[in-house]
Every structure is written in structure tokens, then in C-alpha cells.
């Protein structure tokens, strides 16, 4: 397991950008980011290998947020833009399997979050 810290959240108006960065304390394999709302399931939004040769993204957020990772500093990046209201959250970075995945339950270390206020 890793320790991961997030960073770059905040609050933006209606089509703006943000920047989300996670630093974790090891080397990571595949990692992703994820978002959640009170009372609702922590949604997938990006993962990526460690190689950058594979992500995936959520269809809603295709076009509109790129992940990226930088592996000699350890740190992971969303990039944001064009961003809605409806994609206000709390967003977490995750690290886990070898293998790309989209599933929550496959990965081993959270961030603690960050929150992502849109406003219109």
C-alpha cells in the first residue's frame, strides 16, 4: 500500500478548469480518480497503466478531462475543463492493480479527497 495526497481542488464557476495533482509516497501501477457525492457510490472517472499506454475514462467526461501521470515524481493528474455543476464532488485518487480497471473494490490506496465545488 501507498499513501496518496491530493491537491488543486476548489471552487470554479460553470465551464471553468481545475487541476488536481496526487503525490504518493511509492511506486504505483495502474491509478485512477474517482469522485462521490453524499449519499451516492464512489463513481469512476479516469484510470491509467503506469506505462500511460492505456486509460479510460467516464463517457460523461470524455473530451473534457485528460489523466495523466508523471511516475519519476510519483504524482498523478487529472486535468478538467469545461466543467458542470453536476460534476461537483469530492475526488479521489486511487492506486491499484497491474491490470486497467474501473472497479472501486480493485483498488488498495485512497487519497483522502479533495472537493470540487462548480457553481453556476
Known amino acids: 500500500q501507498v499513501q496518496l495526497v491530493e491537491s488543486g481542488g476548489g471552487s470554479v464557476q460553470v465551464g471553468g478548469s481545475l487541476r488536481l495533482s496526487c503525490v504518493a509516497s511509492?511506486?504505483?501501477?495502474?491509478m485512477g480518480w474517482f469522485r462521490q457525492v453524499p449519499g451516492k457510490e464512489r463513481e469512476f472517472v479516469a484510470v491509467i497503466t503506469r506505462s500511460s499506454s492505456s486509460a479510460l475514462y467516464l463517457d460523461s467526461v470524455k473530451g473534457r478531462f485528460t489523466i495523466s501521470r508523471d511516475n519519476a515524481k510519483n504524482t498523478l493528474f487529472l486535468q478538467m475543463s469545461s466543467l458542470k455543476p453536476e460534476e461537483t464532488a469530492v475526488y479521489y485518487c486511487?492506486?491499484?492493480?497491474?491490470?486497467?480497471?474501473?472497479?472501486?473494490?480493485?483498488?488498495?490506496?485512497w487519497g483522502q479527497g479533495t472537493q470540487v465545488t462548480v457553481s453556476s
Open positions: 486511487a492506486a491499484g492493480p497491474w491490470t486497467l480497471t474501473t472497479a472501486p473494490s480493485d483498488f488498495h490506496s
Open positions: 511509492g511506486r504505483t501501477l495502474t
